[in-house]
């Protein structure tokens, strides 16, 4: 093994920033990862769109029950809004450092390389996933949201009704002409 602290305690070969921006990208990928099992391997378990607040009687002048107006379908449209917001936000935020590491003068070609291969996973994982989306919704499907993760995808679609093997069948076809993965290795929800 060889020897990262000097006799005076620095770190040599390494340095201190490298090891911070090495650990960072770590991080990066670990809340990715964490983010695709909370929020798109449990869809049942979300809550997006759920109105959680309750309006007092004395409150409300026209005496109905608001949180009865809210409609499966704001709630619906809500999820997949949100859904698609925390998903960019969740990527913007891992570009934004993969950026800054790409950037920095103080690190170690191999994390750089590295840097830029999670940016291009990404990218390719961004465009794979507007494709399969864009062609779902061209197909009749009201909202659809695809999530990419390697060789895997999960597929959540809007529906009213639960999905006839025909349409399970199409989403694979497209699933796998645009992405290559195998239906096999994907997950498809109605919501």
Not at 61 to 84: H, I, K, M, R
Not at 95 to 107: I, N
């Amino acid at each position: 093994m060889a020897k990262i602290f000097g006799k005076d305690g620095a770190v040599m070969k390494f340095g201190k920033r490298n090891i911070i921006i090495v650990c960072a990208v770590l991080l990066i990928g670990l809340a990715v990862y964490l983010n695709y099992l909370w929020y798109y391997d449990s869809v049942s378990n979300i809550g997006y769109g759920d109105n959680n607040m309750s309006d007092q009687a004395g409150n409300n002048p026209t005496g109905e029950d608001l949180n009865a107006s809210v409609s499966a379908e704001d709630t619906s449209s809500a999820y997949f809004s949100a859904t698609q917001l925390s998903r960019q936000q969740a990527r913007d935020e891992a570009l934004e450092v993969l950026e800054k590491v790409v950037s920095s003068e103080d690190a170690l070609d191999v994390t750089k390389e590295q840097a830029l291969e999670d940016i291009s996973r990404i990218a390719a994982e961004i465009e794979k996933e507007s494709n399969i989306e864009a062609l779902i919704v061209a197909k009749g499907f009201e909202k659809c949201i695809a999530v990419v993760n390697g060789e895997n995808a999960s597929i959540i679609v809007k529906s009213d009704e639960d999905l006839v093997s025909s349409q399970i069948a199409q989403i694979s076809e497209i699933v796998y002409t645009s992405a290559g993965i195998l239906p096999a290795n994907t997950k498809i929800i109605r919501k």
